[in-house]
């Protein structure tokens, strides 16, 4: 299940791409917030002519000109942005009690067993690489029965063992899953920070959420982490298929995230869970408000022309209008429903096509990501092609 979300939606008025006479706009609704803890996407590159990489990406309204990962770029805890803190089997985190601030990997009580991810106030399972039970070599089903080999069967096993001292693991969401992803590093790595989540397979992995686009009781959603030219970002597969398991389990109120919240007072920055406070254009750009739902088909651009328009508004409004990178816009997606996979009760209206994000592919500067609202599925796309556009801009 999604976990409750607040969204938010500004009414941008539009005119129509078809230079028909459109109806009177009614008056603008209010927006309404949406708060998320989200983490960035780890992409710190962009490109400036499609063929080549620079780090040079200041101005270019590209993923890597803004958010977590140049506000707080020290590596310490967490590459671009990310913030991790060790856990040790014993349940306490690295630094306190009898786990060690430099605990290593193993089946000990005091060695290093998972990760909180301090943005999002999520736990999660650090996988083996000795034969055990939480091997990172083991692919499993995930037809949700408890059968053999199967990825319940598997969440079953690790809570009667109580992992780093917790009975709650459970598969994640697609976007908890997601959310662990560093799209800054392209295949053959894994797109993950290797020194808080070693022994990661460069693929794919399940969650708990059913696939309705494809058939609830066939296929199931995934995350990939292998990032080239050809891989989805997210993607249903048929619950036959094995492939690898992440476990997750909430955090935020612990005993382990307050105490390193203490332990660490010192760098603000690294302690905070952090609520993403944005505002969203209510309609794609190119459609209209009618008071009621957004009307008229949106417009399609290139990237480099989405980036351009973001930038346009934003001097004309005075407002910080951008393109969302890709963590941002799938987090619209509502995978429960199709064309559109999108909350119909907030953004009325809404597109089933795909939609540009800031993020370049890190694998090929020619290339970007885009969601497809058809299924809700994160993918990417030669940046010459063209696609609809919908745009984000932070609250404070």
Same mark, same amino acid.
């Given at each position: 299940?999604?976990?409750?979300?607040?969204?938010?939606?500004?009414?941008?008025?539009?005119? =129509?791409?078809?230079?028909?006479?459109?109806?009177?706009?009614?008056?603008?609704?209010?927006?309404?917030?949406?708060? +998320?803890?989200? *983490?960035?996407?780890?992409?710190?590159?962009?490109? +400036?002519?499609?063929?080549?990489?620079?780090?040079?990406?200041?101005?270019?309204?590209?993923?890597?000109?803004?958010?977590?990962?140049?506000?707080?770029?020290?590596?310490?805890?967490?590459? =671009?942005?990310?913030?991790?803190?060790?856990?040790?089997? #014993?349940?306490?985190?690295?630094?306190?009690?009898?786990? &060690?601030?430099?605990?290593?990997?193993?089946?000990?009580?005091?060695?290093?067993?998972?990760?909180?991810?301090?943005?999002?106030?999520?736990?999660?399972?650090?996988?083996?690489?000795?034969?055990?039970?939480?091997?990172?070599?083991?692919?499993?089903?995930?037809?949700?029965?408890?059968?053999?080999?199967?990825?319940?069967?598997?969440?079953?096993?690790?809570?009667? *063992?109580?992992?780093?001292?917790? &009975?709650?693991?459970?598969?994640?969401?697609?976007?908890?899953?997601?959310?662990?992803?560093?799209?800054?590093?392209? #295949?053959?790595?894994?797109?993950?920070?290797? @020194?808080?989540?070693? *022994?990661? !397979?460069?693929?794919?992995?399940?969650?708990?959420?059913?696939?309705?686009?494809?058939?609830?009781? %066939? $296929?199931?959603?995934?995350?990939?982490?292998?990032?080239?030219?050809?891989?989805?970002?997210?993607?249903?597969?048929?619950?036959?298929?094995? %492939?690898?398991? @992440?476990?997750?389990?909430?955090?935020?109120?612990?005993?382990? !995230?307050?105490?390193?919240?203490?332990?660490?007072?010192?760098?603000?920055?690294?302690?905070?869970?952090?609520?993403?406070?944005?505002?969203?254009?209510?309609?794609?750009?190119?459609?209209? /408000?009618?008071?009621?739902?957004?009307?008229?088909?949106?417009?399609?651009?290139?990237?480099?022309?989405?980036?351009?328009?973001?930038?346009?508004?934003?001097?004309?409004?005075?407002?910080?209008?951008?393109?969302?990178?890709?963590?941002?816009?799938?987090?619209?997606? !509502? +995978?429960? +429903?199709?064309?559109?996979?999108?909350?119909? &009760?907030?953004?009325?209206?809404? $597109? &089933?096509?795909? %939609? /540009?994000?800031?993020?370049? *592919?890190?694998?090929?500067?020619?290339?970007? /990501? =885009?969601?497809?609202?058809?299924?809700?599925?994160?993918?990417?796309?030669?940046? #010459?092609?063209?696609?609809?556009?919908?745009?984000?801009?932070? =609250?404070?």
């Amino acid at each position: 299940m999604r976990s409750p979300t607040l969204f938010c939606s500004t009414i941008l008025l539009m005119s =129509a791409a078809t230079g028909a006479q459109a109806q009177q706009p009614a008056e603008p609704a209010p927006d309404v917030p949406f708060a +998320r803890a989200l *983490n960035d996407t780890g992409q710190t590159r962009c490109t +400036r002519d499609l063929a080549t990489f620079t780090t040079n990406c200041a101005g270019t309204g590209q993923d890597a000109s803004s958010g977590r990962d140049v506000d707080f770029p020290a590596p310490a805890n967490g590459h =671009a942005g990310f913030a991790f803190v060790k856990v040790c089997n #014993s349940g306490e985190a690295a630094g306190t009690g009898t786990c &060690s601030a430099h605990a290593v990997l193993g089946t000990g009580p005091d060695d290093w067993g998972c990760v909180i991810d301090r943005v999002t106030a999520l736990e999660w399972e650090v996988k083996e690489a000795s034969g055990g039970v939480r091997d990172f070599r083991t692919l499993y089903t995930n037809h949700g029965d408890g059968r053999p080999g199967d990825a319940s069967a598997f969440v079953a096993t690790v809570n009667a *063992n109580g992992l780093c001292g917790e &009975s709650d693991w459970r598969l994640p969401a697609v976007d908890e899953l997601q959310g662990l992803a560093d799209y800054g590093r392209a #295949s053959p790595q894994a797109s993950i920070d290797p @020194r808080f989540f070693p *022994n990661t !397979l460069a693929g794919i992995y399940w969650t708990q959420e059913n696939s309705v686009a494809y058939g609830e009781h %066939h $296929s199931a959603w995934t995350a990939n982490f292998a990032i080239d030219g050809t891989d989805v970002g997210t993607m249903p597969y048929e619950r036959l298929q094995a %492939h690898a398991v @992440r476990l997750v389990r909430p955090a935020q109120g612990s005993a382990k !995230l307050l105490a390193q919240r203490d332990a660490r007072a010192t760098s603000a920055h690294d302690i905070e869970v952090a609520a993403q406070h944005v505002f969203w254009q209510r309609c794609s750009v190119g459609q209209e /408000w009618n008071g009621t739902s957004c009307i008229f088909a949106p417009r399609v651009f290139t990237a480099e022309r989405a980036i351009a328009y973001a930038k346009e508004l934003a001097a004309e409004t005075g407002l910080p209008w951008r393109v969302p990178n890709v963590k941002e816009l799938s987090a619209l997606a !509502l +995978r429960t +429903r199709v064309d559109p996979a999108m909350d119909t &009760s907030i953004f009325p209206g809404a $597109s &089933s096509t795909s %939609h /540009w994000t800031s993020t370049v *592919n890190a694998s090929s500067p020619a290339q970007g /990501w =885009a969601v497809d609202f058809g299924p809700g599925a994160a993918f990417t796309l030669d940046q #010459s092609n063209r696609a609809a556009l919908r745009l984000i801009r932070d =609250a404070d």
